[in-house]
């Protein structure tokens, strides 16, 4: 398996970005998918996730009404759209696959991406 992250950089404050993980390796349409993100001295910490269908998310509840997961099954992709980027959003952010469901645990997922820094300035 496979999940690469791409689309992570330096926003402004109040800014727009757009991750995308790319999956190979796995039936993507089976699996539930999680974003991740991890501070500097911080424990990796939950965001949002969505189940195999995509019929249902769950997001952290600090990004609810910001940030918007979605999952193309055709194209084997995993999104996140953020929006209105805090300052405190400034984190590593991980793409993960499960083939229970999760969601919130990082227990719950098998495959990790490596990663794409996201920084947002104040």
């Known amino acids: 398996v496979q999940l690469v992250e791409s689309g992570g950089g330096l926003v402004q404050a109040g800014g727009s970005l757009r991750l995308a993980c790319a999956a190979s390796?796995?039936?993507?349409?089976?699996?539930?998918m999680g974003w991740f993100r991890q501070a500097p001295g911080k424990e990796r910490e939950f965001v949002a996730a969505i189940n195999w269908s995509g019929g249902r998310t769950y997001y952290l509840d600090s990004v609810r009404g910001r940030f918007t997961i979605s999952k193309d099954n055709a194209k084997n992709t995993l999104y996140l759209e953020m929006n209105s980027l805090k300052s405190e959003d400034t984190a590593v952010y991980y793409c993960?696959?499960?083939?229970?469901?999760?969601?919130?645990?990082?227990?719950?997922?098998?495959?990790w991406g490596q990663g794409t820094q996201v920084t947002v300035s104040s």
């Open positions: 390796g796995l039936t993507f349409y089976r699996y539930h």
């Open positions: 993960a696959s499960s083939a229970i469901g999760g969601p919130y645990n990082v227990r719950d997922y098998e495959a």
